[in-house]
């Protein structure tokens, strides 16, 4: 009785193993999603892409315009414009993003060389959201 209670509890074991170990299961019944295979992720992918997402915001007698484009491959890039009294300057900085949660709402851009930034608390709009970007508030509006 106890060899049989060991193997199918070792059986049992094994399966949560799998079914929580892969990358892209939906588990019935208790709604927990997991990876990249899920609906979940193919919207909030696909809502992210869609768009141009804009900050524009002054401080210190500065003018920020920032541009963030996300591509479904995991690649973007942060296009920032800033404006002062003695002139202009643009930038185009490309990083790698993966969704940092599983609940949508956070992501990490990873611009290489230990360079990272991360969005977190994102509260979704229609066309927009609003979030921490690196611990600063931001509100994004999609173009």
């Known amino acids: ?14 399966g949560l ?3 929580f170990g892969l990358s892209s299961c939906v588990v019935d019944g208790i709604g927990l999603e997991i990876g990249t295979g899920t609906d979940s992720y ?4 696909s809502h992210l892409c869609r768009y141009i997402w804009i900050d524009e915001w002054e401080a210190n007698g500065k003018f920020y315009h920032q541009e963030l484009t996300f591509y479904p491959d995991q690649t973007g890039s942060d296009y920032m414009y800033i404006e002062d009294r003695w002139g202009r300057t643009e930038s185009t900085y490309n990083f790698v993003w993966d969704w940092y949660d599983n609940f949508y709402t956070s992501l990490r851009l990873n611009y290489g060389r230990g360079d990272y930034s991360y969005i977190d608390n994102i509260r979704w709009g229609d066309r927009s959201f609003s979030c921490f970007f ?3 508030a931001a509100y994004f509006t999609a173009y």
């Open 1 to 14: 009785m106890k060899t049989g209670l060991k193997l199918h509890s070792m059986v049992w074991l094994i």
């Open 17 to 19: 193993t799998l079914t």
């Open 42 to 45: 193919r919207e909030y992918t």
């Open 134 to 136: 690196d611990n600063e």
